[in-house]
């Protein structure tokens, strides 16, 4: 199972400030330096995180790949096109959302999809589509004939306590992915909690994770960091 670590946080996180810290291409090195299998990012239209600069030098210094995430515009079709990253995910965007809130509309945003998946196919980039857990809609995605589909895991990490009928949900939809000949990948909400159950299904390859990841760093790295800053002005006041 490949992991693949999104890391639009640390961007988030930056432009906070609107400065050059944490800057996520540092952090995509100690990914992969700790064993992720690629970088994920989602260039918005909006540009609220990552930013055009960022994807420009992941693709310049990500060892393993990169898995760009987009909305099907025409601006990043050709963005994608130009730089040509290793994996293109086809995802909605709503301005107003916090995070990409539910799957693509595979029957209203049909023809954007298949004219975006053409393209980028076009420019030998592999293609996925982030969609709902259901099987119609996996259906309806195998249509636009992308290499993958990302499974929406939102809806099972909201209720993964229960999560029986939405653990069963994506099995079928992985499932029916797998019969249409797709790769399967799945993201959204998963947490150290919650991953076990979902990194079991045997039809996934790919989970994308981002925001728990770097929740986790901080709170693991928060000593390390207080104590360097400790140091420092401790230092200062002695050679002072
Ligand atoms: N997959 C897709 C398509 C996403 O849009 C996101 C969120 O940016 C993720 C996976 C990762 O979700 P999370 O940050 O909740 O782990």
């Known amino acids: 199972m490949r992991l693949y670590i999104n890391i639009d946080h640390a961007a988030t996180l930056r432009q906070a400030r609107k400065t050059d810290e944490p800057d996520p291409v540092r952090v995509a090195v100690l ?127 909201h209720h993964w306590r229960q999560a029986g009928p939405f653990l069963d949900e994506l099995r079928a939809a992985a499932a029916e992915a797998r019969r249409a000949g797709l790769a399967v990948h799945a993201g959204h909400g998963l947490t150290y909690e919650n991953v076990a159950p979902v990194a079991a299904l045997a039809d996934l390859e790919e989970l994308n994770i981002g925001h728990s990841v770097l929740s986790r760093a901080v709170l693991t790295g928060i000593g390390e960091a207080v104590r360097e800053m400790r140091q420092r002005i401790d230092r200062a006041r002695v050679t002072a």
């Not at 709503?94 to 076009?122: F, H, N, Q, W, Y």
């Not at 030998?124 to 259906?139: C, E, N, Q, Y």
Request: contains cysteine; glycine residues 8%; charged residues 30%.
């Open 31 to 157: 990914a992969e330096l700790a064993g992720a299998d690629g970088i994920t990012v989602h260039l918005r239209e909006d540009r609220r995180h990552i930013q055009d600069r960022d994807v420009e030098l992941l693709l310049g210094t990500v060892r393993t790949v990169v898995n760009l995430e987009l909305a099907a515009t025409d601006e990043m079709v050709g963005i994608a096109a130009r730089l040509r990253p290793h994996q293109a995910t086809l995802v909605p965007e709503r301005r107003e959302e916090i995070t990409t809130e539910g799957g693509l509309d595979c029957g209203k945003g049909g023809a954007r999809i298949a004219d975006a998946v053409r393209k980028l196919r076009a420019a030998g980039i592999r293609t996925s589509l982030f969609i709902d857990p259901d099987p119609a809609t996996v259906r309806a995605a195998a249509a636009f004939a992308p290499d993958a589909v990302e499974l929406h895991t939102g809806r099972y990490a």
